[in-house]
C-alpha cells in the first residue's frame, strides 16, 4: 500500500491536505478550550484544597462537548457551518445567526495546518517517518497558539509529544533510540540549567517549565544533535522578535514573550531542513 500512494502522489497529497483541514478544525478547539480546561481543574483544585466551596457552578466543557457555538450569541454551529475553510467563505466570515464577524485565525490554522501538512507530504512520501511529522507538526501548531495566548505550554501535549518521539524511534524514524533519548535528557536539562542559572544570578524566572519539556519533546523526536541547532534558531528569532516587539512599542523590555513558538517553529525546520542545516554550519565550509 505504501508504495503505491508513492506512485501516485497526488493522491497521497490530496487526502493529507483533506485529513489535515480537518485536524486544523480540531486543533481551533484544541486551542480554545484546553487552557479553559486547565482553568477550571485549577480552580477547582484550590478550592478542594483549602475546603471552600467553588463560586459557581459551571457548564461541563470538553475537547468534544458542547457543540462549537458562536462566541457572540451562543447559538450552536449546524455540521454544514463547520466544513474546514469552505463554510468561513459561503458565510462571509460571519456567524449564521447573529452576523457578528467570526475570527479570521480559524481558517488561517486551517490553511497553515494543511500547508504545513502538504510539505511533509513531499519530504517523506508514503511511510511511518511522514505519519510521525504530521503528528508532531499537528502539536507544535497547536502548543504555538495556546503559548501566544496564554505563555502556557500544557504537559497534556508536550509530555505524550515526548514519548511518542522515543516510541517513533524505536524503529529510528528520525533518529535511533540512543541518540533519541540522549536528545530528550539533552533538550530538557540545557534549558532547565539556564532556567536556575537566570533565576540565582536575577532573582526572576526567565523562562517556564513547559519550554524545557518541549525542548526535551523535540530532543526526543529528532536526535540530541537538533538540540543545539534548535537553540540557536530559537534564540536568534526570538531574539529579533522580541527587539522588533519593543521597536514598534508593541511590548515593553519587562513584558514577557513566550519562547515556546519560537522553539517549535526552530524544531519543525529541523524536521525538514536539519541536514541541510547541520551541513551548512558544521560540515566542511560551515562554521
Avoid at 14 to 37: A, D, K, Q
Avoid at 119 to 147: C, K, N, Q, R, Y
Avoid at 194 to 205: A, H, Q
Wanted: glycine content about 10%; some cysteine.
Amino acid at each position: 500500500m505504501i508504495e503505491a500512494l508513492n506512485q501516485n502522489f497526488w493522491l497521497l497529497a490530496t487526502f493529507v491536505f483533506l485529513l489535515s483541514l480537518c485536524v486544523g478544525s480540531f486543533l481551533n478547539v484544541v486551542i480554545y478550550r484546553l487552557p479553559l480546561m486547565m482553568e477550571r481543574q485549577w480552580r477547582s483544585d484550590c478550592c478542594e484544597l483549602l475546603e471552600v466551596p467553588p463560586e459557581k457552578e459551571e457548564k461541563p466543557i470538553g475537547l468534544a462537548f458542547p457543540n462549537s457555538h458562536c462566541p457572540h450569541c451562543q447559538s450552536n454551529i449546524a455540521p454544514w457551518q463547520n466544513i474546514p475553510v469552505i463554510s468561513y467563505l459561503i458565510l462571509g466570515g460571519k456567524c449564521a445567526v447573529c452576523r457578528e464577524r467570526i475570527s479570521l485565525r480559524y481558517p488561517l490554522i486551517e490553511l497553515i495546518t494543511a500547508g504545513l501538512s502538504l510539505l511533509l507530504v513531499w519530504e517523506f512520501g508514503a511511510s511511518w517517518a511522514l505519519v510521525g511529522s504530521l503528528l508532531l507538526t499537528w502539536a507544535l501548531i497547536a502548543l504555538t497558539m495556546i503559548d501566544f495566548d496564554h505563555k502556557l505550554l500544557p504537559d497534556d501535549i508536550t509530555l505524550p509529544l515526548l514519548w511518542l518521539g522515543l516510541a517513533f524511534n524505536l524503529q529510528s524514524a528520525f533518529a535511533p533510540l540512543p541518540e533519541a533519548v540522549l536528545g530528550a535528557m539533552l533538550g530538557y536539562l540545557s534549558l532547565w540549567s539556564v532556567y536556575w542559572l537566570f533565576k540565582l544570578l536575577t532573582g526572576k524566572e526567565g523562562m517556564g517549565h513547559g519550554d524545557f519539556k518541549l525542548l526535551g519533546a523535540l530532543g526526543a523526536w529528532l536526535g540530541w544533535q537538533a538540540v543545539p541547532v534548535i537553540i540557536l534558531l530559537s534564540s536568534v528569532v526570538g531574539a529579533l522578535c522580541g527587539i522588533a516587539l519593543i521597536v514598534l512599542k508593541r511590548s515593553g523590555r519587562d513584558v514577557p514573550i513566550p519562547f515556546g513558538p519560537y522553539l517549535a517553529a526552530a524544531g519543525w525546520i529541523y524536521l525538514v531542513w536539519g541536514d541541510t542545516i547541520t551541513q551548512t554550519l558544521f560540515g566542511p565550509g560551515g562554521l
